[in-house]
């Protein structure tokens, strides 16, 4: 009965607090496993699609060289409004002609920046430089693919090069030509123009009118009738009723709403253009209206405030744009400006961010 007793007592197990605290630790684990995965998953679609849309470019850029591209037969990349997630790309894929093709981002992908068709001329030149951005929607982050304006194609990169290069002065040069020995031309042979005499016009008499007599219908009408013709031939005419116009109902003017400046040029770096203000307006508005700033597309690239949010009639609100550090919050974005209930279109509002 002892040795029965003993071999009971050292049986040992798990209690219920510990296997859930095993199983939470698993499941823990495992989540943050799955989230690492889909994380690396979303990093990798967002380098391959931002690499390969640059590698188009940089194919676009050698088919204009190599074609010599003449003016109007230049090779292309087009991005479209923000939130899609197609592009275009015209140049010689083998035919012997320029075409378009289009090519679309992986699942999640989206470009940012507002619309732009970028030309390559036969210098593989283009002529202004250009950053697109492309968002991935579940990293919520963007990576730029910048092109200058020398054609050079970068991804991911912080600093643009057109951009950090200053101004170059070009200094006036006098002095550089000798005009003590210039010789003064003379003019050789001349011309002289002897009119020839024209007719001279005959002068033609003009008729003269002879004024026709209007007749007064007062004749005496003396024909053969049966009342001898004596109608006076005065006749008497009816008078006609004269319209009364009906009055018409005036329209109620519509809401507009517009916004001044339409474009905004800010700066990372430069501490005096970071920030940027625009004002909102509505006309013809009436009661109580919500007004709303937002970026286009799924980025946030921007910061973006608002000095009034509510406006009861006609009014006005100051929409403050603020730039954000970082090689994704580079280019040119939209901002679209509304009222709730709605206030004609939208005004949009263009914001370009350099280094």
């Given at each position: 009965?002892?040795?029965?007793?003993?071999?009971?007592?050292?049986?040992?197990?798990?209690?219920?607090?510990?296997?859930?605290?095993?199983?939470?630790i698993i499941a823990i684990v495992t989540t943050f496993g799955?989230?690492?995965?889909?994380?690396?998953?979303?990093?990798?679609?967002?380098?391959?699609?931002?690499?390969?849309?640059?590698?188009?470019?940089?194919?676009?850029?050698?088919?204009?060289?190599?074609?010599?591209?003449?003016?109007?037969?230049?090779?292309?990349?087009?991005?479209?409004?923000?939130?899609?997630?197609?592009?275009?790309?015209?140049?010689?894929?083998?035919?012997?002609?320029?075409?378009?093709?289009?090519?679309?981002?992986?699942?999640?992908?989206?470009?940012?920046?507002?619309?732009?068709?970028?030309?390559?001329?036969?210098?593989?030149?283009?002529?202004?430089?250009?950053?697109?951005?492309?968002?991935?929607?579940?990293?919520?982050?963007?990576?730029?693919?910048?092109?200058?304006?020398?054609?050079?194609?970068?991804?991911?990169?912080?600093?643009?090069?057109?951009?950090?290069?200053?101004?170059?002065?070009?200094?006036?040069?006098?002095?550089?030509?000798?005009?003590?020995?210039?010789?003064?031309?003379?003019?050789?042979?001349?011309?002289?123009?002897?009119?020839?005499?024209?007719?001279?016009?005959?002068?033609?008499?003009?008729?003269?009118?002879?004024?026709?007599?209007?007749?007064?219908?007062?004749?005496?009408?003396?024909?053969?009738?049966?009342?001898?013709?004596?109608?006076?031939?005065?006749?008497?005419?009816?008078?006609?009723?004269?319209?009364?116009?009906?009055?018409?109902?005036?329209?109620?003017?519509?809401?507009?709403?517009?916004?001044?400046?339409?474009?905004?040029?800010?700066?990372?770096?430069?501490?005096?253009?970071?920030?940027?203000?625009?004002?909102?307006?509505?006309?013809?508005?009436?009661?109580?209206?919500?007004?709303?700033?937002?970026?286009?597309?799924?980025?946030?690239?921007?910061?973006?405030?608002?000095?009034?949010?509510?406006?009861?009639?006609?009014?006005?609100?100051?929409?403050?744009?603020?730039?954000?550090?970082?090689?994704?919050?580079?280019?040119?974005?939209?901002?679209?400006?509304?009222?709730?209930?709605?206030?004609?279109?939208?005004?949009?509002?263009?914001?370009?961010?350099?280094?």
């Amino acid at each position: 009965m002892k040795a029965n007793r003993s071999r009971v007592k050292q049986q040992h197990g798990f209690t219920i607090i510990q296997m859930v605290i095993t199983v939470a630790i698993i499941a823990i684990v495992t989540t943050f496993g799955v989230l690492g995965i889909q994380s690396a998953r979303a990093e990798y679609r967002l380098q391959n699609s931002a690499r390969l849309f640059a590698t188009y470019i940089e194919k676009a850029r050698q088919d204009a060289i190599r074609r010599h591209a003449a003016s109007g037969a230049e090779s292309t990349i087009e991005s479209f409004e923000p939130g899609s997630n197609s592009y275009q790309v015209g140049m010689d894929y083998g035919s012997g002609s320029v075409e378009t093709r289009t090519f679309t981002l992986e699942t999640g992908l989206s470009f940012d920046t507002a619309a732009k068709k970028v030309s390559f001329d036969w210098r593989g030149r283009i002529t202004e430089a250009w950053v697109f951005q492309i968002h991935s929607e579940y990293l919520n982050r963007n990576m730029p693919v910048d092109v200058s304006g020398s054609g050079d194609i970068t991804v991911g990169e912080q600093h643009f090069p057109d951009q950090m290069i200053p101004a170059v002065e070009i200094s006036a040069v006098n002095g550089d030509v000798d005009f003590s020995t210039d010789p003064t031309p003379s003019p050789s042979g001349s011309a002289s123009a002897t009119p020839s005499p024209g007719a001279s016009p005959t002068p033609t008499d003009s008729p003269t009118a002879t004024p026709t007599p209007t007749p007064n219908n007062n004749g005496n009408g003396n024909g053969p009738g049966g009342n001898n013709g004596q109608g006076n031939g005065n006749a008497t005419p009816t008078p006609t009723a004269t319209p009364v116009a009906s009055p018409s109902a005036t329209p109620i003017p519509q809401c507009v709403s517009a916004i001044s400046p339409s474009t905004l040029s800010l700066s990372q770096s430069d501490v005096n253009h970071q920030s940027g203000t625009a004002t909102f307006t509505m006309v013809n508005a009436t009661g109580v209206r919500t007004i709303s700033a937002s970026q286009l597309g799924n980025g946030n690239s921007l910061v973006i405030g608002l000095s009034q949010a509510r406006l009861d009639g006609n009014g006005s609100s100051v929409i403050t744009i603020t730039t954000k550090n970082g090689s994704g919050n580079r280019g040119t974005f939209v901002v679209s400006v509304a009222g709730t209930p709605a206030c004609g279109t939208a005004a949009q509002l263009t914001v370009s961010v350099s280094n």
